[in-house]
Each structure stands twice: as structure tokens, then as C-alpha cells.
């Protein structure tokens, strides 16, 4: 494929890129947004997003981000679906490598979020899609009357137990520790729901089936004590790491693997912006990561008119 210049290139398209998008094509630059999954990142996960301003009620995150990208591409963002693979920075000019052929820009806003930690156990890989699944919103209607469980403690995973309650006739939460690390509000909804049982100290140490998942092997850390859990499914939430590995050497990472960048979303690579939860110290939540993206857009809109 012939390579294609565009005045920004926008890398994911979860609430930072298309805030990003709606910015850039809004100020007339002419704007690509690559994401290589589901248009609406993370947030697509959560059933009911209720922080996020404007939405008395709360809102579904597949609602709200589809309104994101509707509105950014009214504004004529353009949108490609690969997985963006490559970075390479010439002076004014970026190049982006794509299985869909070389990209450039003048300027790039990397927004590119998270992807989900694994448990890393003997059968997670292999039961993957036959009931191991990362994400609630787009599985849990394959678990109606099944017994589920969520492995993992913070507000993500929590979000996701709550989700569940839609469609499974129980749901497990599994935490290695003994106290919920969700936002208060979230741990009340989560201790009156009726079909969710806390599993505390608790971790998983394999995942066990035949054709489908039937069950989870257990270990409580307190008392070293194994036990097994009869599941048709299971939902892994414990955490997530930067989506940068094809940035390494190209740009400054922290320990974690998230980009470093300034109040103006700049890497110190000119011309390159960082956005959302890929930003070290983001608040990782909606909000930050369409405030970032706004950021990054305008003082990219700034350099490239310089
Ligand atoms: C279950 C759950 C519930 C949540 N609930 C809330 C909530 O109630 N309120 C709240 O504020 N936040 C919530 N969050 C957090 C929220 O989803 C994130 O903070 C937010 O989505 C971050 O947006 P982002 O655009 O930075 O990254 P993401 O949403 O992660 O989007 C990044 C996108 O980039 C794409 N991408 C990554 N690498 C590449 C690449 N190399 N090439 C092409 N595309 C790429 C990914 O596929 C993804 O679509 C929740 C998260 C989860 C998982």
C-alpha cells in the first residue's frame, strides 16, 4: 500500500483518541485515527459508566463512545482498523507501520491505553474464548444462568462482577487480598447484590476443563489451603499494563512501561504526544483520558502550525 501523510495520526481510538480526533479534525487537520480492536477502548467494558460528567443517570461506555466517534468523524476524522507496529521519528516527519502499509504525520498522539494483565496459570491460554474471557460487556451474555467467577479487586473487576449480575445465576469474586481496592460507591452496590460471593486471600492457580472451563483450582494465601470451584466461566481483571511495547527505544517509558510526558501530553520527542491511560500518572479513568487527548490535540494543532 502506497504510503499515505496526514497531518496527525491518532494511535487507538478509545475516549483520549477520539477526544484527540474530535479536536484535530474540528480545528481542519486532516486527522487518521488507527485502532486495531473494538472503536471505544476500555470503557466499552462498563455497563454503566456514572462518572463520567454530563450523564445524570450514567451512561453505557459502548453509548458514550459511540457518540465520541460519531461526533469526531462528523468533523472528518478518518478511521483505519490494524494494529499500529512500528514508530519512527525523522524530524517533522512520523512514520507509522501498520499491516496495512506505512503511515506519516507531521505530528502523532499515542493513546493507545492498556492491555489487560494475564493470570499466567496453566490453562488460561488454552481455555480462552471457551470461557476464559477479559471482558464482561462482550461475553457475559454467553454465561445466562451460569456460574461465574471474577478473579481480581479493583473498580474494573468489580464493574465487571456487577455487569455479570445481568446475565449469571452466581457470580465469585476472587481477591488475593481481603479488602476491595474499588471506589467506596462501587463496593456498596457490589456487598447488596444477592448473586456475588467475595472469595478473599484467595488466587488462582489453574484453570481446569474439557471441551469448556468447568472449573478453577484455588489457593487462599493465608492458610496455603487449596480447594477447587465449579465455574462455567471466568472473568480476569487484575490489573493492566501500558501498550507500548513497540515503543521501547523510541520513546521514555517509566518503570511500568507508561510514557513519560509533560502537562502538554509532549514525550520530548517533538511532534509526539502521549494521551490517557498510556500517559504515566494518568488518573486512568474516562474523564482523564478525554481531558488528555484534548490536551494533546491542541498543542499538537500548536507544533504543526509552528
Ligand atoms: C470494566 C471496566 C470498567 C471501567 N469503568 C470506568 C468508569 O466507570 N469510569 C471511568 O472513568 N473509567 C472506567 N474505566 C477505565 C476506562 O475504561 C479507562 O480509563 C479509559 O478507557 C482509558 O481511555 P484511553 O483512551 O486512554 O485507553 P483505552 O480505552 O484503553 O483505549 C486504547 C485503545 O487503543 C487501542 N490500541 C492500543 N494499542 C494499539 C496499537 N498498537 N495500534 C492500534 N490500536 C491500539 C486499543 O485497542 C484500545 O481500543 C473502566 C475500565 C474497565 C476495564
Not at 7 to 30: C, E, F, M, N, Q
Not at 58 to 71: F, N, P, R, Y
Not at 217 to 222: F, G
Amino acid at each position: 500500500m502506497a504510503e499515505r501523510k496526514y497531518d496527525v495520526i491518532i494511535i487507538g481510538g478509545g475516549p483520549a483518541g477520539l477526544s484527540a480526533g474530535l479536536y484535530t479534525a474540528r480545528a481542519r487537520l486532516k486527522t487518521l485515527l488507527i485502532e486495531k480492536g473494538a472503536v471505544g477502548g476500555m470503557i466499552i467494558n462498563a455497563g454503566l459508566v456514572e462518572n463520567y460528567p454530563g450523564f445524570a443517570d450514567g451512561v453505557s461506555g459502548i453509548d458514550l463512545t459511540e457518540a465520541m466517534h460519531k461526533q469526531a468523524t462528523k468533523f472528518g476524522m478518518e478511521m483505519l482498523s490494524a494494529e499500529v507496529t512500528g514508530l519512527k521519528v525523522d524530524g517533522k516527519n512520523k512514520m507509522i507501520t501498520t499491516p496495512e502499509g506505512d503511515f506519516s504525520a507531521g505530528a502523532v498522539i499515542i493513546a493507545g491505553g492498556s492491555e489487560r494483565q494475564k493470570l499466567d496459570v496453566p490453562g488460561e491460554a488454552e481455555y480462552i474464548g471457551k470461557g476464559v474471557s477479559y471482558c464482561a460487556t462482550c461475553d457475559g451474555a454467553f454465561f445466562r444462568d451460569k456460574v461465574v467467577a471474577v478473579i481480581g479487586g479493583g473498580n474494573a473487576a468489580v464493574a465487571e462482577a456487577l455487569e455479570l449480575v445481568k446475565f449469571a445465576s452466581k457470580i465469585y469474586l476472587v481477591h488475593r487480598r481481603h479488602e476491595l481496592r474499588a471506589t467506596k460507591v462501587v463496593q456498596e452496590k457490589a456487598f447488596t447484590e444477592k448473586k456475588i460471593e467475595f472469595i478473599w486471600d484467595t488466587v488462582v492457580t489453574a484453570v481446569l476443563g474439557e471441551a469448556f472451563v468447568k472449573k478453577i483450582k484455588l489457593r487462599n494465601l493465608k492458610t496455603n489451603k487449596e480447594s477447587e470451584l465449579a465455574v462455567d466461566g471466568v472473568f480476569v481483571n487484575i490489573g493492566s499494563q501500558p501498550a507500548t511495547g513497540y515503543l521501547q527505544g523510541v520513546l521514555a517509558l517509566d518503570a511500568v512501561g507508561a510514557i513519560v510526558a509533560n502537562d502538554r501530553m509532549e514525550t520530548g520527542v517533538p511532534g509526539v504526544y502521549a494521551a490517557g491511560d498510556i500517559r504515566s500518572g494518568s488518573i486512568r479513568q474516562t474523564i482523564g483520558a478525554a481531558g488528555d487527548g484534548a490536551v494533546a490535540a491542541v498543542n499538537a494543532g500548536k507544533y504543526l502550525g509552528e
